[in-house]
């Protein structure tokens, strides 16, 4: 899995429209074969849905831009490390793999010292070995560059 650096500024880039729209700083997008397909932010203010993280709108949305549930052969880019949920529905729409900057343990410091975090304390690598189909994971991929979206968080 070629791992591309422009992919995660173009996340960082949704995460920094989500948080000038009021919502947490995160983003993700969805590429397959070298294109992004989908774009995701964090809409759970906007939406007022508790599902409706960045990595599950990019889903959604990339789904239907090609008309099915699976997204074989994509690669979810996202800011933060991705949630059970999350995890969970990138493994069930059997994508190729995740690449993540900033950790739970990162958000888990941030929120102590800024807002209020609420996540379950399982890491995406937990979640993805328990899988099938097995999903390749990079993790902490350009972390400092995601850490820094914390500060413009809630």
């Known amino acids: 899995m070629k791992i591309q650096k422009k992919f995660m500024e173009e ?15 995160i983003g993700a997008i969805i590429v397959k074969d070298g294109k992004v397909l989908a774009e995701g932010k964090t809409l759970l203010n906007y ?12 889903i959604r949305k ?13 690669i979810l ?10 995890a969970s529905a990138a493994i069930w729409a059997k994508m190729k793999g995740i690449v993540f900057g900033a ?13 209020s975090w609420k996540q379950i304390n399982l890491k995406c690598r937990e979640v993805l070995e328990k899988s ?8 902490e991929f350009m972390r400092e560059e995601c850490n820094e979206l914390f500060y413009l968080s809630q």
Do not use: Q
Not at 62 to 74: D, H, M
Not at 77 to 86: I, N, R
Not at 103 to 115: L, R
Not at 132 to 139: S, T, W
């Open 103 to 115: 950790t739970i343990k990162d958000a888990s410091y941030f929120a102590s010292s800024k807002f």
């Open 77 to 86: 880019y996202v800011t933060h490390e991705p949630c059970p949920m999350c």
């Open 11 to 25: 996340s960082i880039s949704v995460a920094r429209k989500s948080a000038k729209e009021g919502d947490y700083a």
């Open 47 to 58: 939406h007022l849905d508790p599902t409706a993280h960045a990595e599950i709108v990019a």
């Open 132 to 139: 099938k189909p097995r999903l390749v994971l990079v993790e």
């Open 62 to 74: 990339a789904c239907k831009e090609i008309n099915s549930r699976f997204l074989e052969g994509c």
